[in-house]
C-alpha cells in the first residue's frame, strides 16, 4: 500500500515563526501535492512538484514555499506564520501513469496547525 | 475551466436509511471524478472513482456513484447506513491539461448517521 508519511499531526506555533511541515512518501511517485483544508471550504491547493527541484503554485501560494530535494519529500514552508494560517495541512502524493489515466492522489493523515 | 459543487453541507440519515450525497460537476473536457471519504483525524481515502468506462461505478464499503452528463451530476448512494458510514465526504474533478496535474474539490459534505 501507499503510504503518505506526514511527520506532525499536530503543531502549535506563533506568529512570525518559520515552520516546517514534512512529507514523505514511499512509493517513488513524481508528484506531490500539499493541500488546506479548512471548514466550509474543503481543500485548496498551495502547491505541486512533478520532479525533484520542481514546483509550481497552485491556487493559494501566498504566505507559503515548498522544498522538494528528494524524491521521496516534500515540505512546505511558513516563512512568517500569522494566525490566518491556522489550518489542516495535507499532502498527497501520486504519478504521471496516475495522473495521466485517473488523477487518483493519496493522502497523508494531515498537519493541524495553530498560530497563536 | 473544472469544478465540482457539493449541494448541502450536512446530510443527516437513520441508520439503515438511504444515503444520498450530491455532487455537480462542470468540466470543459471529459471529466474524471472521484468520492473521498475523511473520517475524524485522518486523511483522505478514496472511495470510488469516474474514468469514463462504466457510468454506474462501485466503491469500497457499500457506497456507488452514477455519472449523468446530462445532469453533470456525480451523486454518492449507499442503501442502508451504517454508523461507521459517519464521516466527511468529497467530490473532485481532475484539473485537466496540466502537468503534474492536480484534483479540485468540492466543499465537503458531513454524513451524520443517527441510530
Known amino acids: 500500500d501507499v503510504k503518505v508519511t506526514q511527520s506532525s499531526r499536530y503543531l502549535v506555533k506563533r506568529t512570525g515563526e518559520k515552520v516546517f511541515l514534512e512529507c514523505v512518501q514511499d512509493?517513488?511517485?513524481?508528484?506531490m501535492f500539499w493541500y488546506r483544508q479548512d471548514p466550509g471550504l474543503g481543500l485548496r491547493l498551495i502547491y505541486f512538484?512533478?520532479?525533484?527541484?520542481?514546483?509550481e503554485k497552485g491556487d493559494i501560494p501566498e504566505g507559503y514555499s515548498v522544498s522538494r530535494e528528494k524524491k521521496e519529500r516534500f515540505s512546505l514552508i511558513l516563512e512568517s506564520a500569522s494566525t490566518n494560517q491556522t489550518s489542516m495541512y495535507l499532502c498527497?502524493?501520486?504519478?504521471?501513469?496516475?495522473?495521466?489515466?485517473?488523477?487518483?492522489?493519496?493522502f497523508g493523515e494531515g498537519s493541524r496547525l495553530t498560530v497563536l | 475551466a473544472q469544478s465540482v459543487t457539493q449541494l448541502g453541507s450536512h446530510v443527516s440519515v437513520s441508520e439503515g436509511a438511504l444515503v444520498l450525497l450530491r455532487c455537480n460537476y462542470s468540466?470543459?473536457?471529459?471529466?474524471?471524478l472521484f468520492w473521498y471519504v475523511q473520517y475524524p483525524n485522518q486523511g483522505l481515502q478514496l472511495l470510488l472513482k469516474?474514468?469514463?468506462?462504466?457510468?454506474l461505478v462501485k466503491g469500497i464499503n457499500g457506497f456507488e456513484a452514477e455519472f449523468k452528463k446530462s445532469e453533470t451530476s456525480f451523486h454518492l448512494t449507499k442503501p442502508s447506513a451504517h454508523m461507521s458510514d459517519a464521516a466527511e465526504y468529497f467530490c473532485?474533478?481532475?484539473?485537466?491539461?496540466?502537468?503534474?496535474?492536480?484534483?479540485?474539490f468540492g466543499k465537503g459534505t458531513t454524513l451524520s448517521v443517527s441510530s
Open positions: 512509493m517513488d511517485h513524481e508528484n
Open positions: 469516474y474514468t469514463s468506462a462504466a457510468t
Open positions: 473532485a474533478v481532475r484539473k485537466a491539461n496540466q502537468a503534474g496535474t492536480a484534483l479540485i
Open positions: 468540466s470543459s473536457v471529459p471529466p474524471y
Open positions: 512538484s512533478y520532479d525533484v527541484k520542481m514546483k
Open positions: 498527497a502524493s501520486s504519478s504521471p501513469r496516475l495522473l495521466a489515466g485517473t488523477g487518483e492522489l493519496f
